[in-house]
């Protein structure tokens, strides 16, 4: 739309995951293309990733990647660890996500933003 602002930067929000491998939904409060997750040292290794949905309470997809240089596409993960790290994911103008672990952790808070390049 001509003259919409677009917002840049998110506020700082929690996603946690309490004996589970899925978090709460979160309201990123504004569609945005990136998704900055800051991954805790986690109790159990698995990989991270985030699903994303058009409404509040509706069906989460999980993220792809299509690849015109290989057949198929990839999921968007990171690969499995108990490390701390940062991870940008490209959401595509979602609002509402989950974080998703590949192994079930007791209590793990996850920080995420989003963003607008």
């Known amino acids: 739309m001509a003259g919409e602002i677009v917002k840049k930067f998110g506020a700082w929000l929690t996603a946690t995951l309490t004996s589970s491998t899925t978090s709460q939904e979160v ?5 945005f293309q990136k998704l900055l997750v800051l991954i805790p040292t986690l109790g159990a290794s698995g990989t991270s990733t985030v699903h994303v949905s058009n409404a509040s309470g509706g069906t989460f997809f999980p993220l792809y990647a299509l690849d ?19 991870v940008i994911f490209d959401i595509g103008g979602a609002q509402f996500v989950k974080v998703v672990s590949g192994a ?9 933003r989003g963003f607008n390049p």
Do not use: H, M, W
Request: net charge negative.
């Open 27 to 31: 309201n990123l409060g504004y569609p």
């Open 104 to 112: 079930s952790q007791t209590s793990e808070i996850y920080n995420i």
């Open 68 to 86: 015109d240089d290989a057949t198929g596409d990839f999921v968007n993960a990171t690969t499995a660890a108990t490390t701390t790290k940062a």
